[in-house]
């Protein structure tokens, strides 16, 4: 069982940055690839990125790719996601998972955590 928490969401600009974190408790976080997704209002919940269990490769939706970088801190049991250029589009609940594999599928991950909102203002 992994519990995952994330943080830092909050108000930033157009242009903007903000740095999200997802923290994870129980076991081994570095046994699971991690990813991102989002969900905007009244939209289905996205694929946003994702990272391999030694932080080796990553992967990104067209959208975000260029401005969004995920990273992770196995030692600190920390997952994290870099946003910069931020855009109104990208408003959105933010949300990490792990999983056995990476992949865009969110059926493939089996831990989530709560959510943290982003809106960004023009």
């Known amino acids: 069982q992994v519990q995952l928490a994330e943080s830092g969401g909050g108000l930033a600009q157009a242009g903007g940055s903000l740095r999200l974190s997802c923290a994870a408790s129980g076991r081994s976080f570095s046994s699971y690839a991690m990813g991102w997704f989002r969900q905007a209002p009244g939209k289905e919940r996205e694929f946003v990125g994702t990272?391999?269990?030694?932080?080796?490769?990553?992967f990104y939706a067209d959208s975000v790719k260029g401005r969004f970088t995920i990273s992770r801190d196995n030692a600190k049991n920390m997952g994290y996601l870099q946003m910069n250029s931020l855009k109104p589009e990208d408003t959105a609940v933010y949300y990490c998972?792990?999983?056995?594999?990476?992949?865009?599928?969110?059926?493939?991950?089996?831990?989530w955590g709560q959510g943290t909102q982003v809106t960004v203002s023009s």
């Open positions: 990272i391999g269990r030694s932080a080796g490769v990553t």
């Open positions: 998972a792990a999983g056995g594999t990476m992949t865009r599928r969110q059926r493939e991950y089996d831990y």
